[in-house]
């Protein structure tokens, strides 16, 4: 095992290629250990490097509806009528504290993801 940290992009790619290699290895055995440490390595360095900002709110509710197998029409009750849904859905018009509240309960999305960069009209 020769661990290093990953300080450049060329080091990121070996570990990438090396962590291929060994990625099935037994959990219990050295090489086990080797993959572990490395993923826990190269984690650190995509977080540093490839930060993943966090999603529009709107998109996060429209995958997170596909991924129930939701219509636009299942949001009708929890936001509001089929044209608010639709208001909502396509940036006419914003989030309010209740909807978001509802969604959060409704698709099991944080509020958080919810209310990132997005300004909240109160009801």
Known sequence: MNLKPIKSEKDYQNALQRLHVIFDAPSESKLGDEAEILSMLIENYENEHYPIEAPDPIEAIKIRMEELNLRQKDLIGIIGGKSRVSEILNRKKKLT???????????????????INYDLVKK
């Not at 504290?97 to 209310?115: F, G, H, K, N, T």
Request: aromatic residues 0%.
């Open 97 to 115: 504290v209740d909807m978001i509240r509802e969604l959060e309960r409704l698709l099991d999305i944080s509020a958080s993801v919810l209310v």
